[in-house]
Structure formats: C-alpha cells, structure tokens
C-alpha cells in the first residue's frame, strides 16, 4: 500500500487533519464586494421589500400557506444576516486601511525623494552662483578694455612725444 494514502483500520494520526484550503485575496476581493454593496441605496431598497413582502405574507396571506406568523425565522433570519455582514465589513475596512497605509508609505517615500532632488538641485544653483561669481561678466570685460586701450594709448602717445622731441645738446633726453 501506498505512503501517501491512509488506513482505514487504523486511527489518524493527531494534527493530520487538512482543512480546506482558500485564497484570502480572493475571499477579501469577496467580502469587499458584499460590503460594497450593502452600503447601497439598492441593497436597502431590496432589504426592505423582502422584509415588507415577508411580514405581509405571514400577516395577510391565506392562513394555511403562512409560515411566519410569530416573525421568528424573519428575526433569525435579519440576525444571521447581521452576524455575517458586521465581519464582512470589518474585513472590507481592514483591506482599505492596509491599502491607505502603503499609499501613505508610498506618498511618504516619494515626498522623501522629491525633497531630497530639491535639496540637491538647490545645492546645484547655489554651487552654480558661487561658479558665476568669479567668472567675468561681458561689462567687466569692456571695461577692462577699455581701460587697457586708454592704457596703450597713453604708453604710444608717451613714446610717440619721446620721439618728437629734439635730443638735448648734453645728451639726456
């Protein structure tokens, strides 16, 4: 016989019983989806017409075909369906605060980076107007130019008298 398979003459052993086995994001996507939906206008509409054609039924209904008279299965009925649906909704309410908290880790990461390239592109500029602070400006440039030019020109007026002048008869200039 076969490992894998058990004996029927014989007990199982304990912890070996198997239980189904379910996806919790799909039963979660599930009790979302009912969640969702009690929380409509369409689910109180429905709601209230099944408990209104119940109770006229086992009220106004031929005698022999009534089967609710006392409204006790409505009542087990009504409190089933709350026993089921408050957890429902919890379930939906736990998924949406889990989605809003890695939304909100995520918004926190991003705002961590931006600031970060900010900071970073700040330093750029400040480094960048420090850079053009020793770099000559076009004005500063002509100026000099034109300093310079007043400069030779001067140097050559200088020389060009020099040359003009007779030499003196001692020898000096």
Request: neutral net charge.
């Amino acid at each position: 016989m076969a490992e894998g398979r058990q004996r029927l003459d014989q007990p199982r052993e304990p912890g070996r019983i198997s239980l189904p086995k379910f996806d919790p994001e799909a039963f979660g996507r599930w009790s979302e989806g009912i969640a969702r939906f009690m929380g409509t206008a369409r689910f109180l509409v429905y709601m209230t017409v099944f408990v209104a054609m119940w109770l006229a039924w086992n009220k106004l209904g031929p005698e022999d075909l009534r089967f609710d008279e006392e409204t006790w299965l409505l009542t087990l009925a009504l409190s089933l369906q709350a026993s089921y649906a408050a957890p429902l909704i919890l379930l939906a309410q736990n998924r949406q605060a889990d989605r809003d908290r890695l939304t909100m880790e995520e918004d926190r990461r991003r705002a961590a980076m931006q600031k970060a390239d900010t900071e970073y592109l700040a330093r750029e500029i400040a480094s960048l107007r420090i850079a053009l602070g020793e770099v000559s400006t076009r004005d500063f440039v002509r100026s000099e130019l034109g300093r310079l030019a007043e400069e030779l020109d001067d140097a050559a007026r200088r020389r060009h008298d020099r040359e003009q002048r007779p030499a003196s008869p001692s020898g000096t200039p």
